[in-house]
């Protein structure tokens, strides 16, 4: 029997909760750019009953996105994506967080919106961080929205002059992946697909351990110790958001962001959180 196609990027721990949740009796495609890191997830998930296909890919590589998909459709229709691949702020230089994070995820969007399953849904993964960063102008959003995914590395923008470090860097990313969303699901809607966007805060895993250890660490610690949860976020959790957004519980939402951050970004705008002026 052919079974549906999952596609899935990035084999960390947002990627493997949100699989094992809604992914069991699908073929699960598993992209990963360290091949090793795929076939670990693989091997965990093959080893109670799932059914992973392990794939080096390069979500910064249009290439290496179209032989992802490529590979999937061996096994059937793709009627299901999930992208959580990304570097972080602490992980990679600037230009690499734009390359992946930003450009990466727009050509995936595009590139499964052009042959997702009738009923299929998609979702993504961003950040809180771009939701902390001021207002960009409602011309910026457009740009970051609709621009070739193509020209969106040379939007004046995104030049070098522009963005202040890494961290600038993946708050762009992530606004991006916002705008992007929201215009690639009106293509996938023509498709009967739907696609979606998760914005987490601080979720224990072993990207967001890097972030604590790294210069920004107590920046963290504070953040999850004053948000009204008073805690870090766990993968499940997140999943639990993806089941909802992928599922039928979820038929009427669509081109959305749910910010999943135990009021972190509630607390930074109105609360303890706020920075001092
Ligand atoms: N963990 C958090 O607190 C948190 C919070 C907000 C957003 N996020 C976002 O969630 C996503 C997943 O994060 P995670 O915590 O599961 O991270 P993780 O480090 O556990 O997994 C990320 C995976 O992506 C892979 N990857 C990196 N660059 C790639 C590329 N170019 N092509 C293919 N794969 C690549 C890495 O090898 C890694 O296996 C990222 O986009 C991250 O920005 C995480």
């Not at 990035?10 to 990627?15: D, N, P, V």
């Not at 929205?145 to 969106?152: D, G, I, K, R």
């Amino acid at each position: 029997m052919k079974k549906d196609v999952m596609l899935v990027t990035g084999a960390g721990q947002l990627s493997m909760a949100i699989a094992r949740r809604i992914g069991f009796g699908k073929k699960i495609i598993l992209g990963d750019k360290k091949k090793e890191n795929a076939e670990t997830i693989a091997k965990i998930m093959n080893d109670v009953g799932f059914d992973v296909v392990p794939v080096e890919m390069d979500l910064s590589n249009r290439e290496s996105i179209l032989a992802l998909i490529a590979e999937g459709q061996k096994y059937g229709e793709i009627r299901m994506l999930v992208n959580g691949a990304g570097v972080s702020p602490s992980q990679a230089p600037i230009e690499a967080i734009l390359k992946v994070d930003l450009y990466g995820t727009a050509v995936l969007l595009e590139e499964v919106g052009k042959i997702i399953a009738e009923g299929g849904a998609g979702v993504t993964i961003s950040s809180q961080s771009g939701w902390r960063m001021p207002a960009l102008t409602a011309e910026q959003d457009e740009l970051l929205a609709t621009t070739p995914t193509e020209e969106l590395l040379s939007l004046p923008m995104l030049q070098p002059e522009n963005i202040r470090d890494t961290l600038h860097a993946y708050q762009m990313a992530k606004r991006c992946n916002e705008k992007r969303v929201m215009a690639e699901s009106v293509k996938w809607g023509e498709r009967g697909a739907r696609l979606n966007d998760i914005a987490p805060g601080i979720i224990v895993t072993p990207l967001a351990i890097d972030e604590f250890n790294g210069p920004r660490g107590d920046f963290y610690k504070n953040m999850f110790a004053k948000c009204p949860a008073g805690r870090p976020g766990t993968a499940d959790e997140v999943a639990n958001v993806a089941e909802l957004l992928m599922g039928p519980s979820g038929a009427f939402i669509t081109g959305s962001t749910i910010l999943i951050d135990g009021g972190a970004t509630a607390s930074y705008f109105y609360g303890p959180l706020k920075p001092e002026q």
